[in-house]
T-cell receptor, first 113, second 111 residues
Framework: SQTIHQWPATLVQPVGSPLSLECTVE??????LYWYRQAAGRGLQLLFY??????ISSEVPQNLSASRPQDRQFILSSKKLLLSDSGFYLC????????????FGPGTRLTVL | GESVGLHLPTLSVQEGDNSIINCAYS??????FIWYKQESGKGPQFIID?????DKRQGQRVTVLLNKTVKHLSLQIAATQPGDSAVYFC??????????FGKGTSLLVTP
């Protein structure tokens, strides 16, 4: 069966520090991968998605970036965090068909102080 | 721009009653819809989906209804249980791979 992992589970970082969140998927190959951010009490905002290694589409301009160095690995980064970057970051995957539901990871709670 | 939204931000139901959560969408090109359940501090969990060529789909204790004429989607939960308490999101896709999520409805099941 397929599983999706995210780490760390929680993170507290000072403003201006760098960020690296990692997401890995097991049990599938060539998945579509997604990064979402969820502010407290709000819906999910799509940040990036990737349909293959090295292929990144950005949905929202911001100081975050994403990379996909391996087929089942998706990384969310920032060089300098802002207070507004605080939130719940969710990674998701689905199969090649665009009619497949997305499966979400457990999320990373990021607090920028 | 196109948007997905929910009629009610919160819904309180008694245990054993049926729950109905509604969602409106504005993009007439939307062709795929999903309902997710999210418990506090966890990632969203897939409940049920429906394509635009259908108007009803049933799962275990859940039914999704799609009315394309008025661009309305609903999730019905039969015999609501305390474990159903969570935030429920609808999401739609119109093109490509990205899902557009609504803001969510908080369902509270009371004994």
């Amino acid at each position: 069966s397929q599983t999706i992992h995210q780490w760390p589970a929680t993170l507290v970082q000072p403003v201006g520090s760098p960020l690296s969140l990692e997401c890995t998927v097991e049990g599938t190959s060539n998945p579509n991968l997604y990064w979402y951010r969820q502010a407290a009490g709000r819906g999910l905002q799509l940040l990036f998605y990737s349909v293959g290694i090295g292929q990144i589409s950005s949905e929202v301009p911001q100081n975050l970036s994403a990379s996909r160095p391996q087929d089942r690995q998706f990384i969310l980064s920032s060089k300098k965090l802002l207070l507004s970057d605080s939130g719940f970051y969710l990674c998701a995957w689905n199969g090649r068909s665009s009619y497949n539901e997305q499966f979400f990871g457990p999320g990373t709670r990021l607090t920028v102080l | 721009g196109e948007s997905v939204g929910l009629h009610l931000p919160t819904l309180s139901v008694q245990e054993g009653d049926n729950s109905i959560i509604n969602c409106a969408y504005s993009n007439s090109a939307s062709d795929y819809f999903i309902w997710y359940k999210q418990e506090s501090g966890k990632g969203p969990q897939f409940i049920i989906d429906i394509r635009s060529n259908m108007d009803k789909r049933q799962g275990q204790r859940v039914t999704v209804l799609l009315n394309k004429t008025v661009k309305h989607l609903s999730l019905q939960i039969a015999a609501t249980q305390p474990g159903d308490s969570a935030v429920y999101f609808c999401a739609e896709k119109s093109s490509g791979y990205a899902l557009n999520f609504g803001k969510g409805t908080s369902l509270l099941v009371t004994p």
